[in-house]
């Protein structure tokens, strides 16, 4: 009787066993086939010593924190511009602003004036991932051309909640510059429709988590691209209720606390629904902080400068790659830049880049299995249509530099400033005297891309007449 029970208790036992098996194999075997789901959340003027996995004192970012710690830490990551727009083209085309036409010397984002917007001819990333079968979904500023044949989705996205361009850009009645007193009233669209304007904006990074967590509820059968472009902390400032005031780093510090609770928002989602396992989340920003907003604006850490600029505080961003069971915790120092987010992502999802243009991106996953792994050793830094600084290795040189922000002119630099930004992230010791032969490595390998690039007349330069009459 008893070895009865024995037996009838290791029989029970190996069938739990073998039903567990089981479930293990068809959850792997769904997943296999199931290419992963892609979601970049993407700060505005987000600087590198922003977050306290970054090292900021005073703005507590538990959520990043801890994203950090179970994701792959980039300390090396580059926007592929200083500004707004073109830094989104580059991220969405996975090639350099100068080859879409998105860069110009003289306007360096689209403003409300602007006519043109991302040319119908650009793959967009939700493109290429829609090709794979993908729902993409848009949630937050989009800054690639407000008119209706160049809103999200002309380009791509199945769905777009959020403003077209960035949230400082509505009637200014005393601004300085005679263009921005006539801005129109600031535009919150749902898909094609102006669902309201001037919405209260404290509750703008509120709203973008719902809608998010909203379309991923919406998908989670189903591969999904959600690009997720918050409006903060651009300025002005605005912290829901929740969070104004709590910070002691000030409002700014608020305004990056409650990204940081929106971050948590949506990896607590995938965690709950199991999407954890096959999601691929990306955090960066767009381009540095904007200094010369002082304590309204972020911090670039030891990095020089910030947004608008080429040294590094203006296109280095606090990134972070998160993909449990993945992506192994850890960090790396491989060089990265958002137009490899392009490339990796496209891979991921089965696709190849098209061979009919050139790309500017590397995909990223060799550093996924190996933090060691280099798939990067050029970053080229440009300010509008031209190349300003170029880094091979750890070697950067510049040509010119500017900070557009503060009224200076650039400044070219001849010989070119030559820094060893592994010994010197700060940009502070100038070698070029004491590594001539560094510098005309560095020139010839430019000289290289110089000589295959062919640049696209600027659609920036396109105004809207009518605006101005
Ligand atoms: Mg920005």
Request: with cysteine.
């Amino acid at each position: 009787m008893k070895y009865q029970r024995i037996n009838i208790f290791l029989l029970l036992l190996a069938l739990s066993f073998l039903s567990a098996c089981e479930s293990e194999t068809a959850s792997t075997a769904g997943s296999e086939n199931r290419p992963p789901n892609i979601i970049i959340i993407f700060a505005d003027d987000l600087g590198y010593g922003d977050l306290g996995t970054y090292g900021n004192p005073t703005i507590r970012t538990p959520h990043l924190d801890q994203m950090a710690a179970e994701g792959l830490k980039f300390f090396q990551f580059y926007s592929g511009a200083s500004v707004c727009t073109p830094s989104r083209a580059a991220l969405l085309t996975g090639r350099l602003p100068i080859r879409s036409g998105m860069a110009s010397d003289r306007y360096r984002v689209l403003f409300p004036f602007s006519a043109s917007g991302l040319p119908s001819e650009e793959i967009t990333l939700a493109e290429a991932l829609k090709e794979q079968g993908y729902q993409t979904g848009i949630v937050g500023k989009w800054h690639l051309g407000h008119h209706p044949q160049y809103l999200p989705l002309r380009h791509g996205f199945d769905t777009f909640y959020g403003l077209p361009y960035s949230n400082d850009m509505l009637p200014r009645p005393n601004a300085k510059w005679g263009p921005a007193r006539k801005y129109p009233p600031l535009p919150l669209y749902q898909d094609t429709a102006v669902l309201d304007t001037n919405p209260d904006q404290r509750l703008l990074t509120k709203q973008y988590t719902e809608k998010a967590k909203a379309f991923i509820d919406a998908h989670e059968e189903e591969p999904f691209f959600l690009y997720m472009p918050h409006s903060f902390p651009h300025v002005p400032l605005f912290a829901s209720p929740d969070f104004e005031g709590k910070s002691s780093r000030g409002l700014y510090g608020d305004v990056v606390e409650e990204l940081d609770w929106s971050v948590g928002q949506i990896l607590n989602t995938l965690k709950e629904k199991g999407l954890d396992k096959n999601t691929l989340v990306v955090f960066t920003s767009d381009n540095g902080p904007w200094l010369t907003e002082k304590q309204e604006g972020g911090s670039a850490g030891l990095l020089h400068q910030g947004k608008g600029s080429t040294f590094e505080g203006g296109m280095r961003e606090p990134t972070i790659a998160w993909w449990p069971g993945r992506i192994a915790p850890g960090i790396t120092q491989s060089l990265g830049t958002t137009m490899d987010i392009y490339a990796t992502a496209v891979k991921l999802a089965g696709g190849s880049l098209p061979d009919d243009r050139t790309y500017d991106g590397t995909d990223l996953s060799p550093v996924f299995d190996d933090p060691n792994a280099k798939v990067r050793d050029e970053v080229i830094y440009y300010l509008g249509a031209q190349v300003f600084a170029y880094r091979k290795g750890p070697w950067k040189m510049h040509l010119k530099t500017l900070n557009p922000y503060i009224g200076e002119q650039p400044v070219a630099h001849d010989p070119p400033l030559l820094y060893q930004l592994e010994h010197d992230p700060s940009e502070r010791f100038n070698l070029a005297a004491e590594h001539p032969e560094v510098l005309e490595e560095l020139r010839a390998a430019l000289q290289r891309h110089l000589d295959g690039v062919k640049s696209v007349p600027s659609v920036l330069e396109d105004i809207d007449q009518s605006y101005f009459e």
